[in-house]
């Protein structure tokens, strides 16, 4: 209005990161995931011709598919931002990580408890 006018953002979700090592353990076998990578974000941006954060893109001239993830372009960002994200999730653990989905009737459950977990995925966890 008068040249004061400010843009904040509250977003939440959709944080995604890399995920350079992803389960391989054999009891449960991973199942079958998206790789999420930063060497496979340059085919998905060629694919999606999808936008990253202009500063971003100058910044990492070379390598601006890197910019669809947070931890590359979050600091080029200068709108002040409170970020609301979750650690990680049961969609993205087996869409991006390769853990078996445990939770919805697939024996032992897990159901957001280590209890009943088998050994391989808790600790495929802990190293997050």
Known sequence: TNGRGRTFSAPIGG?????EWPY???DPKPSTYIPWTYSNLKRYQA???AY???ACAAKHADRPHECMFAATSY????TPMFIIEAQTDKVVMPLHDGLPTLWDGFPPRCNNK???CPAAVVSHMELW
């Open 24 to 26: 391989n353990g054999t």
């Open 52 to 54: 990253v954060p202009e």
């Open 75 to 78: 600091p080029t960002i200068a």
């Open 47 to 49: 694919y999606w011709s």
């Open 114 to 116: 280590v209890s009943g």
């Open 15 to 19: 944080y995604y990161y890399s995920n």
